[in-house]
């Protein structure tokens, strides 16, 4: 009998010590692109770019991104704004680097980063559904105050809300060459008294051999309602502003169903005529009602 050429593959435990973040951010960050390509980032970069734009006071000229990661975003955006990269996982800076080599880099955490400077247009991408308290998205929230110029805006993208959370599965991936990943993604609610929810990620890593790789990785993310986003970007001083995302895929495949984004920003201290019934005034767009 002949050996089999195919190699079997092999299944790991998950790696992930309490409190750290996801393999995909540390030991697998080189397979990031082959998950999200960065060309799949233009259309929804410009979509930022287009609000930062028309509810700036000011024609914008610099961009904070708080959890940027690969720096799939500030690939398109650095073109029209000078970008400043935030991000916790010395792996994903590593690789935004490569990408972006024009771009400052900064390893610092968006619950407690002081730049000391201010910036037109403050992005906290996806990275803040990483937010998974309270406590943390408020302090996450107080870092694009701080940093975010008067007259500018900071924009908030996150997955859900929780009037909006729908448990599923996505699949994806990609090989363009060499290399290839798919990856099965699995949403899901623990207890639901607590704000967050779980994303178990499978992830099959086939190398340049033919050798596949199983890889299991658990994200826990916050889930807010959005009253609590209003309420909380509001305390912070900013006047809050929902926005309907416009993207060819926002009811398809790339991210989760029943996308919601985002609670867009323009800083003003908190003035009396911010009051409770404008706030209430402040309607998420029907797009987003899914
Ligand atoms: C999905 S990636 C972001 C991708 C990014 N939006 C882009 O345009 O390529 C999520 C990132 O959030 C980062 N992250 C999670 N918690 C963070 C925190 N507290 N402070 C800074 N970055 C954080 C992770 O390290 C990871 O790189």
């Known amino acids: ?39 799949d980032y233009a259309e929804e970069a410009a979509f930022y770019c287009r609000l930062f734009e028309t509810h700036s006071r000011h024609s914008p000229r610099t961009l904070l991104d708080l959890g940027s990661g690969g720096g799939h975003n500030a690939a398109h955006l650095k073109a029209r704004l000078g970008c400043t990269l935030v991000d916790l996982a010395p792996a994903m800076l590593a690789l935004s680097r490569r990408l972006n080599p024009e771009c400052e880099h900064v390893q610092a955490d ?56 729908e ?72 006047e809050p502003l929902a926005v309907a995302f416009e993207h060819s895929s926002a009811n398809g495949t790339r991210v989760a169903n029943g996308i919601v984004y985002s609670a867009q920003c323009k800083p003003m201290r908190r003035t009396p005529s911010w009051s409770k019934a404008r706030r209430n005034s402040c309607r998420w767009p029907t797009g987003c009602d899914a």
Do not use: N
């Open 1 to 39: 009998m002949t050996a089999d050429p195919t190699p079997k593959p092999t299944t790991r435990e998950s790696t992930q010590p309490p409190g750290e973040p996801p393999c995909l951010y540390r030991e697998l960050a080189d397979w990031c692109p082959l998950l999200t390509p960065v060309a």
């Open 167 to 238: 448990p599923g599965t996505e699949t994806g991936g990609s090989d363009p060459s060499g290399r290839g990943l798919r990856v099965l993604e699995w949403r899901w609610v623990p207890e639901p008294s607590r704000e967050i929810y779980l994303t178990d990620m499978a992830y099959l890593l086939r190398d340049e051999t033919g050798t596949v790789e199983v890889r299991p990785d658990r994200h826990v993310m916050g889930l807010f309602s959005r009253a609590t986003w209003l309420d909380l970007i509001d305390a912070a001083g900013f």
């Open 110 to 165: 968006m619950r407690s980063v002081r730049l000391g400077r201010v910036f037109d247009c403050v992005l906290v991408h996806d990275a803040v559904c990483y937010m998974a308290s309270r406590a943390d998205l408020q302090s996450a929230i107080a870092t694009a105050f701080e940093h975010t110029a008067p007259g500018g805006v900071a924009l908030f993208q996150l997955d859900f809300v929780a009037e909006t959370f």
